[in-house]
């Protein structure tokens, strides 16, 4: 019995393993290059040279494994100068939003709609933290329905990135909606629209 279980733990533990290498390593896939593969993981490409020990980022070779950074959390500079803490996990969860919201839109579009929850988090309106915000009853459906993709392309992790250092096409929206297919025209018609990018009209 007592070796039975001795076996049983080290299943266990080798599995625990391989699932903890396979969410950290990324195997080289032909076409892939060092931007794309930083892209998708929400890292920089020199971060990820660095811990790889890549010299020459145009001789990747397919098969290889490249071992990725972990996602470390980020400061949020408010209107006051003060900072929160944005986790890893908030710029994955809302990565994954601009992905459900704005997937078919321009990359504008998908930087403004990150701006718009980083707006909210800085605003004195809404709650301080990327989670909360995403989280507000009625606020973004993707969430509320449970429909959000359990990941995002690079262009989308991309736009969280330019818009958490302060990149905003939409100049301080709190709100976005799509005219044609809005179910609360008569909301929208209360708020100030200040920006249109792809199908989204940006309110304040």
Not at 39 to 59: C, E, F, Y
Request: charged share 20%.
């Amino acid at each position: 019995m007592r070796s039975f279980l001795v076996i049983l733990l080290g299943l266990v533990l080798m599995s625990c393993l391989v699932q903890a290498d396979s969410d950290s390593v990324h195997v080289v896939q032909p076409g892939d290059t060092l931007w794309d593969i930083a892209m998708a993981h929400g890292v920089s490409w020199q971060d990820l040279a660095a811990l790889n020990r890549i010299k020459d980022p145009t001789t990747l070779q397919v098969g290889a494994r490249l071992r990725l950074p972990t996602q470390a959390d980020a400061k949020l500079v408010l209107h006051d100068g003060t900072t929160v803490t944005v986790s890893g996990e908030e710029l994955d969860l809302l990565a994954r939003v601009v992905q459900a919201e704005a997937g078919g839109e321009p990359f504008e579009g998908k930087v403004a709609v990150a701006a718009v929850v980083f707006n909210r988090v800085r605003s004195s309106k809404y709650p301080n933290s990327v989670w909360e915000v995403l989280h507000q009853p009625g606020q973004f459906t993707p969430v509320a329905q449970g429909t959000v993709p359990k990941k995002a392309d690079a262009s989308c992790a991309e736009a969280v990135t330019r818009a958490l250092a302060g990149e905003d096409p939409t100049g301080g929206a709190l709100y976005f909606y799509n005219p044609n297919t809005t179910q609360a025209p008569e909301f929208w018609a209360t708020r100030q629209v200040i920006k249109r990018i792809g199908n989204h009209n940006f309110a304040l």
